[in-house]
């Protein structure tokens, strides 16, 4: 089935519901682009890889893989995401979890086109209902203060990559927290946003713009990953990987993808084919990372546009465009290669949101300065 497929109709049942972007004001044309272009990077996975196909073992060479009983346990501050009353218990982890990415190796992003980036964290987990729902309590105090601040949000490495005071983004950004439930509430049936805590908490939070997502991390005390960071996290850095797992081919037990959890598959879909964050632990990245593939799409920092053939240390694309980055497929995704690590299928305009579209934030090293 084409990309386009798998973000058009999903329930079948015809209406609204057939539009992943039903509500969200876009004159019934859908933003969500698909297709190649911009350097697609998936001509960079002809390379080889010493990493086995069925493991995750950090098995580069001049990299020594820690041993679980003698590496002590990172304690982080939880993050205010987690801080509240709402479930935080991600398969026996805290939905805050986060997971360091060291950055030691050089990446290729497409062919002869490569990267090198400083140390970070990614949250093991995409940002869940529960979570973001503690973003919604907070919010008309936070932005009643004058939230986001010019420059917040910001990778610390990369010029431009705060959040900026142009009225276009204040603009796009929800004035209210009741506005914000109207957004969330953008597909009855796909939707995992309810305005009462029921039992979608532990659930990816979906029907989220770019700058709700922005907004969100830099509230959480964290940011937005830019693309190179994405992408390096889910190719396991120079093991070059074609899916977060390793090299062995798509399945169910790795990955949500094709509305097949609740068993009726594409194109009947429904919230009920969204499982809870980290159910599909076989398919978790080198790095630790949980549904990078599939389940949804995760925006990115950088602005849609082919890679430039010289990246400067820590690149994004911060400086113009008209479509923001999307990684990682969905779980109504239909075509492999919209799931491989290195795909860039999709990007959408910053205000448009969807049933496919979900967040997780990056956060500095934990021995950064800054």
Same mark, same amino acid.
């Given at each position: 089935m084409a990309a386009s497929a798998a973000l058009a109709a999903c329930s079948g049942a015809g209406g609204a519901d057939d539009n992943p972007f039903a509500g969200a004001g876009t004159g019934g044309a859908s933003p969500l682009v698909s297709g190649g272009g911009g350097n697609d990077s998936r001509a960079a996975q002809g390379g080889t890889t010493n990493q086995s196909p069925d493991d995750n $073992?950090?098995?580069? *060479?001049?990299?020594? @893989?820690? @041993?679980?009983d003698e590496t002590p346990m990172m304690v982080f501050p939880e993050a205010p995401s987690c801080a509240g009353g709402q479930p935080t218990d991600c398969q026996d982890e805290s939905c805050c979890a986060r997971e360091p990415v060291a950055t030691a190796e050089l990446m290729t992003m497409a062919t002869n086109v490569t990267v090198q980036l400083s140390d970070y964290q990614l949250d093991k987990f995409e940002v869940t209902v529960g979570r973001f729902r503690a973003f919604v309590d907070a919010y008309d105090g936070w932005r009643e203060a004058g939230n986001p %601040? =010019?420059?917040?949000?910001?990778?610390?490495?990369? &010029?431009? =990559?705060?959040?900026? #005071?142009? *009225?276009?983004?204040?603009?796009?950004? &929800?004035?209210?927290?009741?506005?914000? $439930? +109207?957004?969330?509430?953008?597909?009855? =049936?796909?939707?995992?946003?309810?305005?009462?805590?029921?039992?979608? %908490?532990? #659930?990816?939070?979906? !029907?989220? =713009?770019?700058? %709700?997502?922005?907004?969100?991390?830099?509230?959480d005390e964290g940011r937005l990953p830019t693309e190179a960071e994405w992408q390096y996290a889910a190719v396991g850095g120079a093991q070059a990987r074609q899916f977060a797992w390793g090299n062995t081919p798509l399945e169910e037990s790795f990955a949500s993808y094709a509305c097949a959890f609740a068993?009726? $598959? /594409? *194109?009947?879909?429904?919230? @009920?084919?969204?499982?809870? +964050?980290?159910t599909h632990p076989n398919g978790d990245g080198r790095f630790g990372q949980a549904d990078l593939i599939g389940s949804l799409y995760e925006w990115a920092l950088d602005w849609f546009a082919p890679y430039p053939e010289l990246m400067r240390e820590d690149y994004a694309k911060t400086d113009m465009g008209t479509q923001r980055v999307l990684r990682g497929g969905a779980w109504n995704s239909t075509a492999t290669e919209d799931m491989?690590?290195?795909?860039?299928? /999709?990007?959408?305009? &910053? @205000?448009?949101?969807?049933?496919?579209?979900?967040?997780? !934030?990056?956060r500095p090293a934990v021995d950064d300065p800054r």
């Open positions: $073992r950090l098995d580069t *060479p001049g990299l020594v @893989d820690p @041993d679980p %601040e =010019s420059g917040s949000g910001a990778h610390p490495y990369t &010029p431009g =990559s705060g959040w900026d #005071k142009d *009225p276009i983004w204040e603009v796009a950004l &929800p004035g209210s927290a009741a506005v914000l $439930r +109207v957004g969330l509430n953008c597909n009855p =049936s796909q939707q995992t946003w309810t305005d009462e805590p029921a039992f979608n %908490e532990l #659930k990816p939070i979906n !029907c989220v =713009s770019w700058y %709700e997502a922005f907004a969100f991390c830099t509230w068993g009726a $598959r /594409f *194109p009947s879909c429904t919230a @009920d084919d969204i499982p809870e +964050v980290g491989l690590a290195t795909a860039r299928s /999709f990007r959408a305009a &910053p @205000d448009q949101r969807s049933p496919v579209t979900g967040i997780r !934030c990056a």
